[in-house]
């Protein structure tokens, strides 16, 4: 079978994998401790900018599990980026070539953060995503309050997404504890380097 044909079929199951990856690792990925809270490098939940999921469905995937796995459609997260005016730019023009994601709960609120890993002009762009607790817990009190003060949203993160740039595409990323401080750290490396 030529490899085009091949890719048609997988790309489809390839997509929905991911997505089940990133919805089963979300509710169950927060242990642990983050520095970025004492960096000051994320915004308090009080403060951050509402995101927004798109209208349109960009990933089809309602009906399509088994008994086991009941799937729902994919939208677009629609947010601003905080960070390098180059590298936020190619972010927001989609110039970024998307290549990594990892879990962790960076900034210490109970809720998984997501962090993404892009290529573009030959260096890396890491983004932080902080979890929006208001999408696990809508009925809570503070929930509410944000409801009330017009704060309020359903998406799973938060905006901005704070943007950092990396000395190599980040093709392989991962969280972890890597220096021993109780915190999460992220790392990151290219396919075929030699360095982390």
């Given at each position: 079978m030529p490899t085009r044909a091949r890719w048609r079929i997988l790309q489809p199951r390839l997509i929905a994998l991911t997505a089940i990856v990133i919805l089963c690792l979300l509710p169950f990925v927060v242990s642990g401790l983050a520095g970025s809270k004492s960096?000051?490098?994320?915004?308090?939940?009080?403060?951050?900018?509402?995101?927004?999921?798109?209208?349109?469905?960009?990933?089809?995937?309602?009906?399509?599990?088994?008994?086991?796995?009941?799937?729902?459609?994919?939208?677009?997260?629609?947010?601003?980026?905080?960070?390098?005016?180059?590298?936020?730019?190619?972010?927001?023009?989609?110039?970024?070539?998307?290549?990594?994601?990892?879990?962790?709960?960076?900034?210490?609120?109970?809720?998984?953060d997501l962090v993404s890993g892009y290529s573009y002009n030959g260096q890396g762009i890491i983004t932080l995503l902080r979890g929006n607790v208001d999408s696990i817990y809508p009925n809570a009190p503070e929930a509410q309050q944000r409801k009330a003060d017009g704060a309020f949203t359903e998406a799973p993160f938060l905006s901005p997404a704070q943007v950092f740039d990396a000395a190599v595409a980040a093709d392989f990323i991962g969280a972890g504890d890597f220096d021993g401080d109780s915190h999460w750290d992220v790392v990151a490396a290219q396919r075929g380097g030699q360095f982390l």
């Amino acid at each position: 079978m030529p490899t085009r044909a091949r890719w048609r079929i997988l790309q489809p199951r390839l997509i929905a994998l991911t997505a089940i990856v990133i919805l089963c690792l979300l509710p169950f990925v927060v242990s642990g401790l983050a520095g970025s809270k004492s960096r000051g490098q994320v915004t308090n939940q009080k403060n951050a900018e509402p995101a927004q999921l798109s209208k349109s469905i960009s990933v089809h995937a309602a009906g399509r599990g088994n008994p086991t796995i009941n799937l729902s459609d994919g939208y677009d997260l629609i947010t601003s980026y905080a960070g390098p005016e180059d590298l936020r730019a190619a972010l927001e023009k989609n110039q970024a070539q998307p290549l990594s994601l990892a879990s962790a709960d960076f900034d210490e609120d109970g809720v998984p953060d997501l962090v993404s890993g892009y290529s573009y002009n030959g260096q890396g762009i890491i983004t932080l995503l902080r979890g929006n607790v208001d999408s696990i817990y809508p009925n809570a009190p503070e929930a509410q309050q944000r409801k009330a003060d017009g704060a309020f949203t359903e998406a799973p993160f938060l905006s901005p997404a704070q943007v950092f740039d990396a000395a190599v595409a980040a093709d392989f990323i991962g969280a972890g504890d890597f220096d021993g401080d109780s915190h999460w750290d992220v790392v990151a490396a290219q396919r075929g380097g030699q360095f982390l």
